[in-house]
């Protein structure tokens, strides 16, 4: 009898260790899981980006502006001698700074 005892022990202490291995086997999936999607959700997001910049690149170029010092600057700006470049999407029409007074 004191054979059934240890076989007994034996198999308790056995089923023990496979929930052990079951629970970590569940744990490991959901992470996997979870990567998995993050990996998705990046890969998407690079995939956009791309299509993003490729419809940039098939875009017309934006309208390049000459701002020089006749140009009337921002108070906080010096004009002497100064020249900007501002770059305007196509299509979009340069707003004179009176027009933009209140």
């Known amino acids: 009898m004191d054979h059934l005892k240890v076989i007994h022990g034996d198999l308790s202490a056995f089923q023990e260790e496979i929930q052990s291995v079951h629970h970590v086997v569940r744990t490991l999936e959901?992470?996997?899981?979870?990567?998995a999607y993050t990996q998705d959700h990046t890969t998407r997001g690079i995939h956009e980006l791309c299509e993003f910049s490729k419809r940039l690149d098939r875009s017309p170029k934006p309208i390049l502006l000459r701002v020089t010092a006749s140009t009337p600057l921002p108070a906080i700006e010096s004009s002497e001698g100064i020249t900007r470049t501002a770059s305007l999407p196509s299509g979009s029409e340069p707003v004179s700074p009176v027009a933009q007074s209140p």
């Open 30 to 35: 959901t992470k996997l899981g979870r990567l």
